[in-house]
């Protein structure tokens, strides 16, 4: 496929929210771990209400529709994690303008966009022990791939398979951002609750493509 269009993003975000809904009993564990145990909440109540939002129908353009997206999570999460998902999806509307399908080099760019808002929000660094650290190497990924002539679905494979393998390797990390920065060395033996929710991100990114 050649590009993604304002309908597949769409689907993106409905299946994300359906996979947060899902999963959101274990993101809330992990965070129980190294946090104050609401990841899974917040990411479910902040994707209920964008799903709440898009029930009147899809925006014509893609940069209305992640604007969109953006500004509802940032009025509707609390916690760090809506501010830095909300900033990630505005950055990615801006950068895609008023346009209604993304080819493989404009979602690149809109998907650079959106981590470089995370990062001028919450500044982290590789190593951090935050989403950041499964959302770089996706970002990566994905360039890499379509520098190789990969297809925009096969560059979102890889980006979700790179965003997988971040998330593992969050593992062992001690965290220097967040709440689970407060645990210190004990945050290490603990996945971060952001980098799961953001493999996700990436894997339902995939799949909307692929489909
Ligand atoms: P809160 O910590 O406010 O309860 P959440 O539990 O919803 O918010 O989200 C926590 C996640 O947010 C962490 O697992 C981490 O991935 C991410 N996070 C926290 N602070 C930062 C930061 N400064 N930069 C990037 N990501 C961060
Ligand atoms: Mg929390
Ligand atoms: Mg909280």
Not at 113 to 139: C, F, S
Not at 196 to 211: N, Y
């Amino acid at each position: 496929m050649a590009a993604v269009g304002t309908a597949q993003l769409a689907d993106w975000i409905t299946r994300y929210r359906d996979a947060v809904t899902a999963q959101r009993d274990w993101l809330t564990e992990l965070d129980s771990a190294i946090g104050d145990a609401d990841h899974g909440a917040n990411m479910a109540r902040g994707f209920a209400a964008v799903g709440d939002k898009l029930a009147a129908g899809t925006p014509a353009t893609v940069d209305e529709l992640l604007k969109t997206v953006g500004m509802t999570l940032v009025s509707s999460v609390g916690g760090a994690s809506g501010p830095l998902y909300g900033t990630f999806f505005l950055r990615m509307g801006m950068s895609a303008g008023a346009v209604s399908e993304l080819d493989g080099p404009a979602l690149a760019a809109a998907l650079r966009a959106g981590l470089e808002g995370i990062v001028a929000r919450g500044k982290p660094e590789a190593g951090d022990k935050t989403m950041y650290d499964a959302m770089a190497p996706a970002v990566d990924a994905f360039d890499a791939a379509l520098a190789d002539g990969s297809s925009v679905g096969d560059a979102a494979r890889a980006a979700a398979d790179a965003a997988a393998a971040g998330r593992d390797a969050t593992l062992d990390l001690v965290a220097r951002k967040g709440r689970a920065s407060y645990l210190g060395e004990r945050s290490a033996g603990h996945l971060d609750p952001g980098a799961a929710s953001t493999a996700i991100l990436f894997d339902t990114l995939a799949a909307a493509i692929a489909d």
